[in-house]
């Protein structure tokens, strides 16, 4: 199979250069001149816990992007997603499975705007990764995929995908309720990034603040009402199970949340497609939700300040 991975950043590079080591065909599509560049003269170079290397993988600018492609992997930030898809609209004319496992609400809404459902798959994972700098990252850690086709026209399609993923070692799964999933991740996201960004502080040190569980069941109760209003089955225990897990030092408690770290380097966040989404939503459906109103409305001003 061909696969084209349109945002070449931190986790787009990641997969790009798993699926290229276990024998895929890759292309690395991306709209950053210099990281193109670096990675077309040089090769990706990849730091991990136990060594680095660089992998010779072919880049292009998303501008630039033709040619034919089985699978199209989207990895930009939800609110840059639109943006790309325009871009890449010649690739995919012509790709029998686009992807998306980025994070937030929204994202497969935004995918049926470019492309038909038939062809969309959707998911979570629990990979991750850095962006060091141009042509450079570094992939510590392992992680798994949950995904699903949104149509189920094509299973034998759907198999040989997931079996290409597991081949690379992602670690992949097809899911009976991917949106249940992506819920459940976003209302986690809902509750780490944002306090964690708003009081400068890691996962470990917002959870030993006497209040944290009280402040992040106020975001999660708002959630689950609004999830339920879109027959998403979600569950209070099954988001307070795991913000609870990772208080744990010994878990993820050093961990800095991405929203924290976009603020820090002055970049916009991914709120609008997490609070900012259950806000919008569960106005639309008359429910209140002025905690996860009020929390997108803070995270806006530190973008803005
Ligand atoms: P990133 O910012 O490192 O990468 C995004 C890439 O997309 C960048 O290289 C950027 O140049 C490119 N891009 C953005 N808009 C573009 C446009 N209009 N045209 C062309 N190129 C464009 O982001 P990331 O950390 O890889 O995250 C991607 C998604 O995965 C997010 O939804 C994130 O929340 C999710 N995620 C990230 C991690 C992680 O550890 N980094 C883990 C799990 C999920």
């Given at each position: 199979m061909k696969i084209a991975i349109a945002g070449a950043g931190a986790m787009g590079c990641r997969f790009g250069y798993m699926l290229a080591d276990s024998g895929v065909d890759v292309t690395l599509i991306d709209g950053w001149k210099t990281h193109v560049d670096a990675i077309n003269q040089?090769?990706?170079?990849?730091?991990?816990?136990?060594?680095?290397?660089?992998?010779?993988?072919?880049?292009?600018?998303?501008?630039?992007?033709?040619?034919?492609?089985?699978?199209?992997?989207?990895?930009?930030?939800?609110?840059?997603m639109a943006e790309?898809?325009?871009?890449?609209?010649?690739?995919?004319?012509?790709?029998?499975v686009v992807m998306t496992l980025s994070n937030g609400l929204g994202n497969i809404e935004t995918l049926e705007q470019y492309v038909d459902r038939s062809v969309i798959y959707a998911g979570v994972t629990l990979w991750s990764c850095e962006l060091e700098g141009p042509g450079h990252i570094r992939a510590t850690g392992s992680g798994n995929i949950e995904l699903q086709p949104m149509m189920s026209a094509d299973m034998a399609m759907a198999d040989r995908v997931v079996?290409?993923?597991?081949?690379?070692?992602?670690?992949?799964?097809?899911?009976?309720?991917?949106?249940?999933?992506?819920?459940?991740?976003?209302?986690?996201?809902?509750?780490?990034?944002?306090?964690?960004?708003?009081?400068?502080?890691?996962?470990?040190?917002?959870?030993?603040l006497p209040d944290a569980l009280n402040m992040a069941r106020t975001v999660v109760r708002e959630i689950v009402l609004v999830a339920r209003s879109q027959q998403i089955p979600l569950t209070e225990e099954m988001v307070m199970h795991t913000v609870q897990k990772v208080f744990d030092p010994r878990e993820s408690g050093e961990h800095y949340p991405s929203m924290h770290q976009d603020l820090h380097k002055g970049r916009l966040t991914e709120i609008d497609y997490l609070n900012g989404a259950v806000a919008r939503i569960g106005e639309a459906q008359g429910i209140a939700v002025p905690v996860n109103r009020l929390l997108t409305q803070l995270i806006h001003a530190k973008e803005a300040q």
């Open positions: 040089q090769g990706l170079f990849v730091e991990t816990e136990t060594d680095s290397r660089r992998y010779s993988l072919p880049a292009m600018l998303a501008e630039d992007a033709r040619g034919a492609f089985d699978v199209v992997i989207l990895f930009t930030k939800a609110m840059q790309m898809l325009q871009k890449i609209a010649p690739v995919l004319a012509r790709a029998k079996d290409m993923l597991n081949l690379a070692g992602l670690n992949a799964e097809l899911s009976a309720n991917v949106l249940l999933s992506i819920w459940k991740k976003a209302a986690f996201n809902s509750v780490m990034n944002t306090y964690c960004a708003l009081l400068d502080c890691n996962v470990g040190e917002f959870g030993k």
